[in-house]
Antibody, heavy 119, light 109 residues
Framework: EVQLMESGGGLVQPGGSLRLSCAAS????????MNWVRQAPGKGLEWVAY????????HYADSVKGRFTISRDNSKNSLYLQMNSLRAEDTAVYYC????????????WGQGTLVTVSS | DIQMTQSPSTLSASVGDRVTITCRAS??????LSWYQQKPGKAPNLLIY???NLASGVPSRFSGSGSGTEFTLTINSLQPDDFATYYC???????????FGQGTTLDIK
């Protein structure tokens, strides 16, 4: 069974940093492209970042470019999101989501982890 | 960047009804349009991929159509479990990024 499990969320002050993790199981992680998607409270979905299957190609939403870094460790079946210079508007549930190689839709999602940026 | 316009934002319907949700792109996305269902407090769930392909395990009352800039999600014979929020999503081949529609909340009339 495919499982994606996010962790690392919590309360952080504006300007602070946080690192999210996504542990994958039930599939060959290195064969899949991975993404982070977020959802602010009561709002819609916003794509945040993309990593190719080996991490050689990376893309970011303009709203996080220069502040967030997506990375992965295929030996640990894990995806990461390093978030720096956090702002109140980054407050959201963060989901990791899987995409098959060369496909542009998300067929499995984690349960999400809540990040709250507040003083 | 490609903009997505999803309509309506809310939709009231009854069990057994047929409903349609529309998503329009500011420029062609070919068939790279997906639909997701989300229930409160839960992660989104893939319903339709590549505009018209039913995802695994999704009931056949869900269907998608369209290409280029205009797409529709149709739900035939609404069931109580279908009352949720629906999102379209497109892939922008120029930027390598994705954009979601604003969402459509389907509630019971």
């Amino acid at each position: 069974e495919v499982q994606l499990m996010e962790s690392g969320g919590g309360l952080v002050q504006p300007g602070g940093s946080l690192r999210l993790s996504c542990a994958a199981s039930g599939f060959t992680f290195k064969n899949y492209e991975m993404n982070w998607v977020r959802q602010a409270p009561g709002k819609g979905l916003e794509w945040v970042a993309y990593s190719s299957n080996v991490g050689g190609t990376i893309h970011y939403a303009d709203s996080v470019k220069g502040r967030f870094t997506i990375s992965r460790d295929n030996s640990k079946n894990s995806l990461y999101l390093q978030m720096n210079s956090l702002r109140a508007e980054d407050t959201a549930v963060y989901y990791c989501a899987r995409a098959d190689f060369g496909e542009f839709y998300f067929d499995h999602w984690g349960q999400g982890t809540l990040v709250t940026v507040s003083s | 960047d490609i903009q997505m316009t999803q309509s309506p934002s809310t939709l009231s319907a009854s069990v057994g009804d047929r409903v349609t949700i529309t998503c329009r792109a500011s420029q062609s996305v070919s068939v790279w349009l997906s639909w997701y269902q989300q229930k409160p407090g839960k992660a989104p769930n893939l319903l339709i991929y590549k505009a018209s392909n039913l995802a695994s395990g999704v009931p056949s009352r869900f269907s998608g159509s369209g290409s280029g800039t205009e797409f529709t999600l149709t739900i035939n014979s609404l069931q109580p479990d279908d009352f949720a929020t629906y999102y379209c999503q497109q892939f922008d081949g120029n930027s390598g990024g994705y954009t979601f529609g604003q969402g459509t909340t389907l509630d019971i009339k």
